[in-house]
């Protein structure tokens, strides 16, 4: 599966894999066609309706949407509340809910959408009092007022029909998803929640379009497997220590994708936390010195990744695969991460026989007019088959990788971008 710009933009496609996928850093949806290629790899002993993918850094999931679509049983994890919203909605179920015996999920979307809207965390917080006449000393600009009154009222109804027992939490996360989503596509920032633009769209405007737009939920997409997918919320270590008590199929493989440097997820998009929780976090409704995005602070101490330190990143990575009991593991990095390259190799040499699928990638920045030494990097997935003796050393791989990053760096060659490579 390829991804293509036009056809699966998440807003308007149709397409399960794409459709609502928030703009995430890291997300790969650009490089599908090469975690594919790996897991193809893989399927010389086995059909992958009979196996499992344990997906232990979800994210957004469509990693996990690619595996599902592919027939394998998902589980799916990852620690950040908002993930686990997303992934139940479209991993773990396979259609439509039905609302309160009568309604359609399509209905429960219009009467969310015909709300009338209200003032309570979100616009008090993250929005102007006037989407006119604003203060870009005092006033946070997430979101427009008349979006940001959307969502409290839409977030307020979900959480009046959860609290009074008459939602599942499927039910729940099929309407949070959109609602994510939506929290993403109109808000006044680059992607990420760390910061917002002075002024709305910031100063190209080029955003304008979407920023301003009213928000309205559109229904998800679903995709039905005939599997029971399961959803996890924890760090990929307790998961991969919970596994050993679980009955794993035969033929087991599990995806590793860990943060590659040192910007952590819950800063990055703490207010899809905020969204998801309800809890309406104590912070000054508008900017002060320390409070200037609003950011949580739970994240510190209930979820900071030793991956996004370096001098722990190694380690953390040692120890996950050491203990996974699954039958393959598949490592997707990059040769900008903060795990060493031939670190991150010979640990995987010493469980298993490593095969790595590698691709010359568009490196992210947060302005494409800012100018870089090195606009391409290797990304790269290592599938390890565990247990298996290694043809080749640690060090021949990484030699592939460098020979290869070496070549793409300095290649014209249109082709060199979407060439797969197996090394």
């Known amino acids: 599966m390829k991804w293509n710009k036009t056809e699966h933009s998440s807003y308007q496609t149709k397409d399960f894999l794409f459709n609502q996928l928030i703009p995430y850093i890291g997300n790969k949806r ?53 993930s686990e919203a997303l992934n139940i909605a479209s991993i773990q179920a396979l259609e439509p809910p039905t609302y309160f015996d009568r309604y359609s999920y399509n209905e429960i979307i219009q009467q969310l959408n015909d709300l009338p809207p209200i003032e309570d965390w979100v616009t008090q917080h993250l929005c102007p009092q006037d989407d006119i006449n604003y203060d870009t000393n005092t006033e946070r600009m997430f979101y427009m007022n008349k979006n940001g009154m ?14 009074t027992g008459q939602l599942t939490p499927i039910q729940k996360a099929c309407l949070l998803a959109p609602l994510l989503y939506s929290a993403c596509y109109h808000a006044n920032t680059s992607g990420v929640f760390k910061g917002f633009h002075k002024g709305w769209g910031g100063q190209t405007k080029t955003a304008l379009y979407r920023i301003a737009a009213d928000l309205i939920l559109s229904p998800i997409q679903f995709y039905n497997n005939h599997q029971n997918n399961l959803i996890f919320r924890m ?55 320390q409070e200037k995005s609003a950011i949580r602070k739970d994240w510190r101490t209930e979820r900071k990744s030793a ?7 190694t380690q953390a990575y040692q120890k996950l695969l050491q203990t ?61 088959k565990v247990g298996q003796p290694n043809q080749r050393s640690a060090s021949e791989l990484v030699d592939k990788i460098r020979a290869l990053e070496k070549k793409t760096l300095t290649s014209k060659s249109k082709q060199s971008k979407s060439t797969i490579y197996s090394l």
């Open 150 to 163: 959307r969502i409290d009222a839409i977030r307020h109804q979900i959480e009046e029909w959860d609290a």
């Open 324 to 384: 996974l009991p699954t039958r393959w593991i598949a490592t997707s990095y990059s040769t900008d991460g903060f795990i060493d390259l031939q670190d991150m190799i010979q640990e995987n040499c010493n469980i298993g026989e490593v095969k790595i699928f590698a691709k010359a990638y568009k490196r992210y920045r947060v302005s494409s007019q800012r100018y870089s030494q090195k606009p391409k990097n290797i990304e790269f997935v290592l599938l390890t």
């Open 235 to 289: 760090d990929a270590q307790s998961l991969a220590e919970q596994l050993h008590h679980m009955n794993l199929p035969e033929y087991s493989i599990a995806y590793l994708d860990p943060p590659y440097n040192q910007h952590p997820y819950g800063a990055n998009y703490h207010v899809l936390n905020s969204i998801t929780l309800w809890d309406k976090p104590e912070i000054s409704p508008q900017i002060t010195h």
């Open 307 to 313: 991956y996004t330190v370096r001098k722990q990143a």
């Open 30 to 82: 650009k490089l599908l066609d090469l975690i594919q290629q790996s897991l193809i790899a893989t399927q010389d002993e086995f059909n992958a309706s009979d196996g499992l993918f344990v997906d232990c850094f979800a994210g957004t999931g469509v990693v996990s949407r690619l595996a599902k679509n592919m027939g394998y049983q998902v589980f799916c994890n990852d620690w950040e509340y908002y």
